[in-house]
């Protein structure tokens, strides 16, 4: 449990560290497909711990269509295109591309100049993600300090009683972010009625067959997704437990013959 803990406190220092890209330091020339990928997974990257290619070309294409990136012009970007892109990347695992699109239209209400608005969301988001992230370090090293505490103490549950307290630490974040995302969700309907009428809001409000369907196949690649995570972790909870015995029956055997020689 050790390493957990200091592996997750090392996680959470990254991210306190981590700055989101300003304006200007974005590229001042126009970048193909390729190139946009590269720049925004690789500024992005501590944010991955798995390394995992946060957005994809067939990513960026839907944006596109959807409208809520302009079209490249040549096949390339520009750097408010990629300002735009960053911001999306970060947002769509809470956000839907419909919630987002209609976000992305009150920007000109907000301002015109495309570095102010990029600005503003850099401020907000690193501000957010700082707070949060202080907040879980702080309740982290209290978990920690218990746990040290139990260990010197040779208490038997102690790793157990570590993991039981990392899990209701992320049941609380988790239950955070669904609070916010439906309190988010809400203003979001009301903006819909708003800007677009009743109309917009039943057609919303009914998911379309191929809504639904993508729906079911995004459902289905989760629960295969959550399927492999048990499956692996079983497999390596059978593994240490394997390599346990085997220490064990070692010590056992040096023990047996240390009496043997004394004898």
């Not at 750097?79 to 009150?106: C, N």
């Not at 969301?121 to 920690?144: F, N, R, Y």
Request: proline share 2%; with cysteine; glycine share 2%.
């Amino acid at each position: 449990m050790k390493k957990e803990i200091e592996e997750l406190r090392e996680y959470l220092q990254s991210v306190k560290e981590f700055t989101l890209p300003r304006y200007k330091e974005l590229p001042n020339v126009d970048l193909y497909m390729e190139q946009v990928l590269k720049y925004v997974n690789g500024a992005l990257n501590t944010l991955s711990p798995e390394d995992e290619r946060v957005l994809t070309s067939f990513m960026v294409n839907n944006y596109v269509k959807a409208k809520m990136v302009s079209e490249p012009v040549k096949k390339k970007y520009s750097k408010d295109q990629i300002g735009y892109l960053i911001a999306i990347t970060l947002m769509k695992t809470t956000i839907s591309m419909a919630d987002m699109s209609l976000l992305l239209e009150l920007d000109t209400n907000v301002s015109k100049d495309q570095e102010k608005i990029y600005s503003f969301w850099c401020d907000v988001e690193s501000k957010i993600l700082g707070d949060t992230t202080s907040k879980t370090s702080a309740k982290l090293e209290q978990i920690s300090r218990i746990y040290e505490h139990d260990v010197k103490l040779k208490k038997p549950s102690a790793d157990s009683d570590a993991n039981n307290a990392l899990a209701l630490l992320a049941l609380r974040l988790a239950i955070q972010a669904q609070a916010n995302k439906l309190l988010s969700d809400y203003i979001i309907s009301i903006l819909r009625k708003s800007m677009h009428g009743e109309e917009a809001d039943a057609i919303e409000s009914n998911p379309t067959r191929k809504q639904l369907k993508h729906e079911a196949i995004a459902g289905k690649k989760e629960a295969k997704r959550v399927a492999s995570a048990k499956a692996v972790k079983s497999k390596n909870v059978k593994r240490k437990k394997a390599e346990q015995e085997k220490r064990d029956l070692a010590e056992k055997a040096a023990d047996e013959l240390s009496e043997a020689l004394k004898n």
